[in-house]
């Protein structure tokens, strides 16, 4: 079980996180993959957003209300998840 300060640290982690996810897509839709290199290309590199919690923070954001989302076809023509 984590103790008060373990779970204080995680909070605001989640809430940097989100944070930076949601000024990341603030101007233009963007699905996941791109939502990680776009803050690794702002932050010159010394941002790297593990999928392991990229994906579950674009969810929780999605859940909350705070982000939409839609299939698209991508630049390569794939679909993918967009959000904004």
Do not use: C
Not at 2 to 21: F, H, N, Y
Not at 72 to 79: D, L, N
Request: no cysteine.
């Amino acid at each position: 079980m984590k103790d008060e300060s373990e779970r204080r640290r995680t909070d605001i982690l989640q809430g940097m996180l989100d944070m930076v996810i949601l000024k990341t897509l603030a101007h233009e839709a963007l699905h996941g993959y791109a939502v990680a290199q776009r803050i690794r290309l702002i932050s010159s590199e010394r941002l790297r957003i593990p999928q392991g919690s990229l994906y579950p923070a674009l969810h929780r954001l999605e859940n909350r209300g705070l982000l939409k989302s839609e299939w698209m076809p991508t630049a390569t023509g794939r679909e993918a998840k967009f959000y904004r």
